[in-house]
């Protein structure tokens, strides 16, 4: 990537703000409960969970510190990122993903129909075992929203279409006019993301619509709430809208895991999360067709919009929530 194309420019109002906001209370989760005993119970758990609902509601994501991830499985990861991105752009677009193959390197992604200043490459995993929090069917403990533990286990035990994709951002001669990812909401259900100490990735804080800059933290996980989770649960969490900030001297890695269903899900609100009183927000969608509309319109510049839950929205629902806001 030379100069700064036009296709890079973001319009006005989306632009990287100059100075940058730290927030002070982003939620930061201490996970050591989980690898101190092989079947938490009781009040340490309770308020694992209290903080993980809390997390979810007010901000659409927080961090995770002692995770139980080891640091050299981290570092392998990143040094092979680094290595592969290190390769002259012929060897890189050898593995190039197209509008047939959905994985590999990929440099052109549109996000909103502005391109993104950066380079990735996606792969999938063969047994990705984040989700659902139980895969055993007798598993009586019930999770947050009041859901038994292994709630979600018929849209992950096969199928799944998670993968992980490898992000590099280049430093970048217009950091104040082009973004690295732009504004967006992650579709699938729940995103797990190691950044490195160089810092880019802002969220926008629910109460005020402010762009908060997220710290890096070392070793830790951000995790985001996604558009499925959202629709699952019929609004009680949100997703939360993100973009990354690029600079002019230092370039930068991350690695989001998108935690995704199996491509034939049906997704919309969960029945024992809808009721007369609490109607479903949100009319059925399948997974597989909205995730490869949204891959397909990744790959050009169009007059509009690509897809959205938002779209799924019943008329109802729409027309309360205007009146509230
Ligand atoms: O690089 C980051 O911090 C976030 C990347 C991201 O939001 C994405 O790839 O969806
Ligand atoms: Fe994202």
């Known amino acids: 990537m ?7 420019i973001q319009e006005l109002q989306h632009r990287p703000k100059p100075a940058v906001i730290e927030a002070h209370g982003i939620p930061q989760i201490d996970l050591s409960t989980l690898q101190n005993s092989s079947s938490p119970v009781g009040s340490d758990l309770e308020d694992l969970v209290a903080d993980v609902r809390n997390a979810c509601k007010n901000w659409g994501f927080f961090q995770v510190i002692n995770h139980g991830v080891p640091i050299e499985s981290s570092e392998k990861v990143k040094s092979a990122a680094k290595r592969f991105f290190d390769q002259t752009a012929e060897e890189k677009r050898k593995v190039r993903r197209d509008e047939a193959n959905p994985l590999g390197y990929y440099d052109t992604e549109h996000t909103k129909n502005v391109r ?4 990735v490459f996606d792969f999938t995993v063969e047994v990705p075992t984040t989700m659902p929090a139980s895969h055993d069917p007798d598993d009586e403990q019930t ?9 979600l286990e018929p849209f992950f035990s096969k199928d799944q279409t998670t ?5 590099h951002y280049p430093p970048c001669l217009a950091p104040d006019l082009a973004l690295g990812v732009g504004r967006h909401k992650d579709a699938g259900a729940m995103t797990i993301l190691a950044q490195d100490d160089v810092g880019g990735l802002e969220v926008k804080r629910k109460t005020d619509g402010e762009w908060i800059f997220v710290k890096p933290t070392p070793n830790a996980f951000i995790i985001n709430v996604g558009d499925i989770i959202q629709v699952w649960s019929n609004d009680t969490y949100e997703s939360v809208e993100h973009r990354v900030r690029v600079n002019s001297t230092r370039e930068r890695f ?21 009721s007369e009183s609490n109607p479903a927000k949100y009319k059925a969608y399948n997974w597989g067709k909205f995730f490869a509309t949204r891959k397909v319109s990744n790959f050009k510049k169009l007059d509009v919009e690509n897809i959205q839950i938002y779209q799924f929205k019943k008329p109802n629902a729409r027309k309360i929530e205007s009146l509230v806001v």
């Open 163 to 167: 993968f992980v994709r490898l992000n």
């Open 254 to 274: 991350s690695i989001p895991f998108f935690v995704n269903p199996a491509h034939y899900t049906v997704v919309e609100p969960l029945a024992e999360l809808t």
């Open 143 to 151: 999770t947050d929203l009041n859901l038994p533990a292994n709630r």
């Open 2 to 8: 030379g100069e700064v194309d036009p296709t890079f």
């Open 116 to 119: 993104d200043w950066k380079e």
